[in-house]
């Protein structure tokens, strides 16, 4: 039996994104036996996988090169789906052993046109990237078709890790208070300290509003958002989260754009919020300060937003 090592440590949503190409490969080839590479908080991505998937988590604050590469078994074959230094010191070791080594081809100069301005048309999805590096190791697969469930109830999750992708938090708020006026249950996703008690605030203020920040592990909240009917986030890891367990993701765009190759795998451009502005992208990851100084590619309406979530949530199809 063939050996094959995937090499992802970040970010979540990148990591995320690979977990349904992860799977068809093993679907698609039981023959092979699949190890994942990544940090050990991303292992309930790859909960659930076939029988010849092992995930196996390492602590990049504690662990270094060395003993990670010492960890490693022998591979016939290694598909690094990030290209860092890190994972190029990895792949170099394992090639020297005898693998065969292959890395994701990122497409930094279309990426580098397109926040200039000089580009403006879709760039390659970051799923189709991967599934081109496990194809010039000799496994093309079928990219996996998403459906979305029925579920019951909005998920908002307001914050990501730049402030160029996150829609202003007050409005965010009366948002929030539209749905509750409405009667749409909403549970409030978030993460650090700060984030929770902003959410515990709206929890405490508007009716039907329930936050689980900091409440529970990764799995538990995959779980909670595969029995949503609608998630709604930023360009950020939750909307890759909803995808992954296949729930329908309404996306609030700013200085990022799903022309990047970044819109959640099996999500609709057709349920990203955006301002049709020149200036955007500027970034490929929302971590550039604004020229203007406004983030007026985030002057988007509360109520044009809770429109667009209200009438998703209502769209039975």
């Known amino acids: 039996m063939k050996r094959l090592l995937v090499i992802r440590f970040s970010a979540l949503g990148d990591v995320a994104m690979l977990a349904p190409i992860v799977r068809a490969a093993a679907e698609q080839y039981p023959d092979i036996a699949i190890t994942m590479l990544s940090q050990q908080r991303f292992a309930d991505l790859f909960a659930d996988m076939p029988a010849n998937v092992v995930f196996q988590g390492v602590n990049l604050r504690k662990d270094s090169l060395n003993d990670i590469v010492a960890g490693l078994d022998a591979y016939d074959l290694v598909a690094d789906m990030h290209s860092v230094l890190r994972t190029i010191y990895i792949r170099s070791a394992l090639r020297l052993r005898g693998a065969r080594v292959a ?58 890790a730049h402030a160029g992708k996150i829609y202003p938090i007050e409005r965010m708020e009366r948002i929030v208070a539209m749905l509750s006026e409405r009667g ?74 799903p022309y990047a190759g970044f819109l959640g795998y099996g999500q609709s451009e057709n349920d990203c919020i955006q301002r049709p502005l020149d200036c955007r992208p500027c970034s490929v990851y929302g971590n550039k300060a604004c020229k203007y100084g406004d983030y007026r590619c985030m002057d988007i309406a509360p109520e044009e937003v809770a429109q667009r979530i209200i009438d998703a949530y209502d769209d039975r199809d």
């Not at 590096?133 to 469930?149: E, F, K, N, R």
């Not at 605030?201 to 409440?215: C, L």
């Not at 609608?230 to 995808?243: E, K, P, Q, R, Y």
């Open 103 to 160: 890395s994701i081809e990122k497409g930094r100069i279309r990426k580098r046109l397109l926040t200039s301005g000089l580009l403006r048309e879709p760039l390659t999805h970051t799923t189709e990237r991967y599934a081109a590096v496990l194809a010039s190791l000799g496994l093309p697969i079928t990219l996996p078709q998403m459906t979305h469930s029925s579920g019951t109830g909005v998920g908002i999750a307001p914050f990501a």
């Open 184 to 257: 749409i249950p909403v549970t409030l996703f978030g993460g650090g300290k700060k984030e929770q008690e902003i959410l515990g605030a709206w929890e405490q203020r508007y009716k039907g509003v329930h936050s689980i920040a900091g409440k529970h592990s990764m799995a538990e909240e995959l779980a909670i958002i595969r029995g949503l009917r609608l998630m709604v986030s930023m360009d950020s890891g939750n909307m890759h989260l909803a995808s992954l367990v296949g729930t329908r993701a309404l996306s609030i765009w700013g200085a990022t754009h």
